[in-house]
């Protein structure tokens, strides 16, 4: 998957995380394939994958408090819930079930990050003996 120039991204969050999604999907097509299949050239190639997946958690999970602190921060400057108490609430309410989903999912990736790093450097003794 290629990226336009810089000057002809649409730099937007939304449109970046789609299009991590694409790749993330084709990634996934790519390597779903028969065991006896082409699915990966090498075990090298095996290394560089879950060297890069690793790097795709660690960014994901440095995205996630962010969001969270972005919400809360909308929540407090008025940009989102309102002024009556009860929408206040309601909404405080819901910010709170986000940020705490958030904040199991950074656990997770962090987790997510350190099982790849160990899958790869599991994988070295492959690459070696190729």
């Known amino acids: 998957m290629e990226l336009p120039a810089n000057g002809d991204l649409d730099d937007s969050p939304a449109r970046l995380a789609a299009l991590a999604e694409d790749a993330v ?18 075990p090298g190639e095996m290394y560089e994958v879950l060297g890069s997946m690793k790097l795709l958690v660690d960014h994901l999970a440095r995205c996630v408090p962010e969001l969270a ?23 405080a309410e819901s910010i709170f079930e986000v940020t705490s989903a958030l904040a199991r999912a950074h656990r997770l990736g962090v987790g997510l990050s350190r099982e790849l790093q160990t899958a790869q450097a599991a994988s070295t003794d492959l690459v070696v003996s190729e």
């Open 69 to 91: 602190t972005w919400l809360e921060q909308c929540l407090w400057c008025g940009r989102v819930g309102g002024r009556d108490p009860e929408v206040y609430g309601a909404t």
């Open 25 to 42: 999907r084709a990634l996934a097509l790519r390597t779903s394939g028969p065991v006896d299949g082409d699915v990966l050239a090498s």
